[in-house]
């Protein structure tokens, strides 16, 4: 439940932050709040988004950062699923 929650946030935000940028006006949503998110759960929401909305796709170290805490995700679940059939 808390992966849906973080997954539905990322990408609500993705979608303000691109509307936001788009008509240039209210406060954008910050970086570092988008890859938090991205951190605790929201990955596939953060992709969905840029890839939906086509926003954050050529922004660096941003890209950088969210592919490195995706690797990391991707290798803790990697571990889990390994230390869960060694018994």
């Known amino acids: 439940m ?10 609500v935000l993705f979608a303000l932050d691109k509307s936001r940028a788009s008509r ?20 596939p929401g953060a992709y969905a988004g840029r890839w939906l909305f086509r926003h954050k796709t050529r922004k660096q170290p941003f890209v950088g950062r969210l592919h490195l ?15 869960a059939w060694s018994g």
């Not at 808390?2 to 990408?11: D, E, I, Q, R, S």
């Not at 890859?35 to 605790?40: D, F, I, M, Q, T």
């Not at 805490?69 to 230390?83: W, Y």
Request: charged share 15%; hydrophobic share 60%.
């Open 2 to 11: 808390v992966a849906a929650t973080a997954n539905l946030l990322t990408l």
């Open 24 to 43: 240039r006006t209210g406060r954008r949503v910050p970086e570092r709040t988008l890859l938090l998110l991205a951190a605790l759960g929201g990955t």
């Open 69 to 83: 805490i995706a690797a990391g995700q991707a290798a803790l679940i990697g571990l889990a699923v390994a230390r």
